[in-house]
């Protein structure tokens, strides 16, 4: 099985970014930003406790979400600022041992992307969403998400959340 760690963002705008993808039917893995990506993460789910420690020790922490931005004319996201997210983010990698991608670590939170064989016009996109989901929320941080893709080639479902502070 393969897995990610995300961070949920307020259920208020996961709404609103959701409906702005359907306009477009535009469906994947529920709005969260990614943390560790899915290669990054072994196909066993033993790697959890190790993050579960890390998660305790980190208490709470604020995340802004920003502008509308773009990854070239591949990905439109939601810049996110926060320090924390940052700091977390360092810690799940090297209590993993994981290494780092080359480009460094961008918080951001995906709208949309291209795919293979399924373009999506992202200036059209990104028109509909300076409207909808602009301004963003600032919000606290209390836990992370664990996803999983239960078969080949299906979207990912949250599989665990994970608190911090506790």
Do not use: W
Not at 115 to 131: H, L, M, Q, T
Not at 132 to 151: A, C, D, F, R, W
């Amino acid at each position: 099985m393969k897995y990610f760690i995300g961070v949920p963002i307020p259920i208020s705008y996961k709404n609103k970014i959701e409906m702005l993808r359907a306009e477009f039917r535009f469906f994947t893995t529920e709005p969260h930003i990614t943390l560790v990506p899915p290669p990054a993460l072994p196909d066993e789910d033993d790697f959890i406790e190790k993050v579960v420690e890390v998660c305790k020790t980190i208490e709470p922490f604020d995340i802004r979400l920003n502008v509308l931005d773009q990854f070239g004319n591949r990905v439109l996201y939601v810049s996110v600022d926060s320090p924390g997210l940052i700091d977390l983010q360092k810690k799940i990698y090297e209590i993993l041992g994981l290494q780092q991608e080359r480009r460094g670590f961008t918080p951001h939170l995906t709208i949309v992307k291209q795919r293979p064989k399924r373009p999506v016009d992202i200036a059209a996109i990104r028109k509909r969403a300076e409207i909808k989901l602009i301004p963003s929320p600032e919000y606290t941080l209390n836990s992370i998400t664990v996803y999983h893709q239960p078969k080949e080639h299906s979207i990912y479902i949250p599989y665990m959340e994970i608190p911090l502070g506790e």
